[in-house]
């Protein structure tokens, strides 16, 4: 494939979008498994929210 | 509707659609790029036509994100739709990252064609006005110390900047601009030859599935985020009590 004489501008636009959508994919996988983790430890320490009491009872 | 209001129903929904989005996505680039890769050089710009299947897809996604976004702003402040808010949040960040994927690539586009990077014109300007107004209800959402002030104050901000949608869809017909007019969705047809077009509709339906996972993860993310956020202030009251 050749890019001709611009190719450094269509590899810059490719790579930057990369970066951008690679950039939010981690956030966003990241920040799932914090959350995550975060419910798990309260839940471990005894805590429930509200509507989990209602439904256990 | 009324079930996806309830947020534990709305997470199982998640739970069972995100793999076949991932799927849809992951096919949908391979396909996508490899026809985008394969496409003839336009006649006049060459291979830099390559940047179009990047640009006008994070052109429509940025612009789409803040529609949304704005359908989510009447649910928060009208309907009080308890998801509402929780998509206005979560659309907003993807929205950013696509308008500024927007934003440089077609910089980048505009150097080897206009012979600039940027231009004041009215459709680059308002798209940097979009992108600022991103940023506004970024910053609105993620440092209001009261997060139902901070919601309403992001909900009133977007209605207010969906009058900007309109701006940048028209600005090519109602002003003087060195950006072309739209070639693709306009009265009479696309006038982009079919070897370009679908590759670049093809691209579009992944960025489009790419955006509705993200949009859908992020909003799940939400959802656990405020789970948190009500354990944690119930297990303070338990302390103090």
């Known amino acids: 494939m050749n890019l001709g004489p611009h190719a450094d501008f269509i590899v810059a636009a490719y790579a930057v979008t990369v970066f951008v959508v690679a950039g939010l994919v981690a956030w966003v996988v990241l920040d799932y498994s914090a959350q995550r983790r975060i419910l798990g430890d309260l839940e471990q320490s005894g805590v429930t929210r509200r509507s989990q009491r209602k439904a256990d009872q | ?70 359908v989510a702003a009447l649910g928060t402040l009208v309907w009080r739709h308890p998801l509402a808010d929780v998509a206005g949040k979560a659309a907003a960040p ?77 600005s090519v017909d109602w002003w003087n601009t060195l950006h072309q007019p739209a070639s693709i969705l306009r009265m009479g047809g696309s006038t982009i030859d079919p070897s370009i077009l679908w590759p670049l509709l093809i691209m579009a339906a992944a960025f489009t599935a790419l955006f509705a996972t993200l949009f859908l993860a992020t909003m799940r993310n939400e959802i656990l985020r405020r789970r948190v956020r009500a354990m944690r202030l119930i297990q303070a009251q338990e302390v103090r009590a």
């Open chain 2, 94 to 170: 993807i929205g950013a990252a696509f308008t500024f994927v927007c934003l440089i690539t077609g910089s980048l586009w505009g150097r080897p064609t206009w012979g600039t990077y940027w231009v004041w014109d009215a459709r680059l300007t308002s798209v940097l006005v979009l992108f600022l107004l991103y940023l506004g209800v970024l910053a609105l959402y993620w440092t209001a110390e009261d997060p139902g002030r901070g919601s309403r104050a992001a909900a009133i901000l977007t209605l207010v900047g969906a009058v900007n949608l309109p701006i940048i869809k028209f």
């Open chain 2, 1 to 70: 509707m009324i079930d996806l209001a309830n947020p534990t129903r709305f997470l199982s929904i998640v739970n069972r659609v995100l793999p076949w989005l991932v799927a849809a996505t992951v096919l949908l680039f391979a396909f996508g790029l490899a026809r985008a890769m394969n496409a003839p050089d336009d006649y006049q710009q060459g291979a830099t036509v390559k940047i179009m299947f990047l640009h006008v897809p994070s052109a429509w996604l940025g612009m789409m994100g803040w529609g949304l976004m704005s």
